[in-house]
Each structure stands twice: as C-alpha cells, then as structure tokens.
C-alpha cells in the first residue's frame, strides 16, 4: 500500500501537469485567435504585382485610383502629412521606397481629417517618417491606403485595418527598395 506522502505528491504533480496542460491549450488558443484576428484585420487588401519600376518624366496614365506601384518621377515625395493632392509620380516613387499613402476623399469633415492627421503624427518615428498623407479627389473609397503593390479601401477613417495596414506595409518586404530615403525630395508637408 502506497504512504500518504506518495500520494500527495503524486497528486501535486498530477494537478502541476494539468496546469502546464492547461496553460499550453490557452497559449495555443491565443496565438490562433491573434491569427485570425490578423488575417481579418487585413481582409480586403488586394495585391497588384507585374508593376514597373522605370523613371519617367512625362504624363503616367496609372491602372489604380491612387496608384501602387508602376513608372514614376526619379524624385521621391517627402513623406509626411499633405492638405492638398500631391504628384501621383513621385508618391509612386515614395510606395517603391516603402512608404504608406493613406489618401482621403477631400470632401471629408474636419474632424475626420483631424482623425487621419492624429493616425499618422501617432505613429512610431520609424513608421511615421514613412507615411504620407493626403487628399485625392474621385477615391473610389472614402479613405484609401496603398502601399507598393498593395491597396485596401475603407468607408470610414475609423476602420481598425487602416492602422493594421500601416503597420503591416511601412517598409515592408514587398517594396523594391525599403528604407531609401523618403525626405529630401520634393514636396512640403505640413509641420
């Protein structure tokens, strides 16, 4: 017959496995909802490859309303936050050096300018140097983020993928040139 001793711990043990056990199937369940809640938040981001990296410096007629990639101007746009539309062929040349065009209906109230302006001074400095901001008449959307070869279009400035988009795409793998200079171009943003 087994002393008292042994069965108590052999009862610790039994209910330390479990809790290992236990706390493995919540991890296991977090990292999977973190997934799908990741793959979600990125649903609707449509993909554009084949695009052409060429320096042009005549008139670019480009598939996409704003553009995501193709020829454009050997100057890059400075990054940063515009209150008027900027040269789709340098911003072409800024989304080659992996930047984030988040583009706006103009006729957007103030205070979702002001919302989208917040988004992009909010960022990480690393994210922030590499964002641009402006409005874009005739979006097919009322706010629009690119990124080379990337695209995802929102009905709201409150749409929580805008921010997961940013993240996702500033200097992301699928810019030709991610981390080349996106300042010292041309443009002026606002302070």
């Not at 001793?5 to 479990?18: I, P, Y």
């Not at 598939?63 to 539309?85: E, F, K, M």
């Not at 795409?169 to 040139?177: C, K, V």
């Amino acid at each position: 017959m087994p002393s008292a001793k042994t069965s108590k711990q052999r009862a610790r043990e039994r209910t330390a496995q479990m809790r290992a056990e236990r706390r493995h199937r919540e991890r296991r369940r977090n990292l999977l909802l973190g997934t799908a809640i990741a793959v979600t938040a990125l649903s609707g981001v449509r993909t554009f490859s084949g695009l052409a990296r060429s320096h042009v410096t005549g008139k670019v007629s480009y598939r996409q309303q704003p553009p995501v990639g193709g020829p454009h101007d050997a100057v890059w746009l400075n990054c940063g936050i515009y209150s008027t539309p900027v040269p789709d062929r340098n911003a072409v040349h800024s989304l080659e050096h992996g930047a984030v065009w988040v583009t706006y209906r103009p006729d957007l109230s103030a205070a979702i300018v002001g919302h989208l302006r917040s988004l992009v001074r909010e960022q990480p400095a690393r994210r922030r140097g590499y964002v641009i901001l402006s409005p874009y008449p005739g979006l097919p959307a009322a706010v629009v983020a690119s990124a080379w070869g990337k695209q995802l279009r929102l009905a709201s400035d409150s749409d929580p993928r805008l921010q997961q988009f940013i993240s996702t795409y500033t200097q992301g793998p699928h810019a030709p040139e991610p981390g080349a200079a996106c300042s010292g171009g041309t443009g002026t943003p606002m302070p």
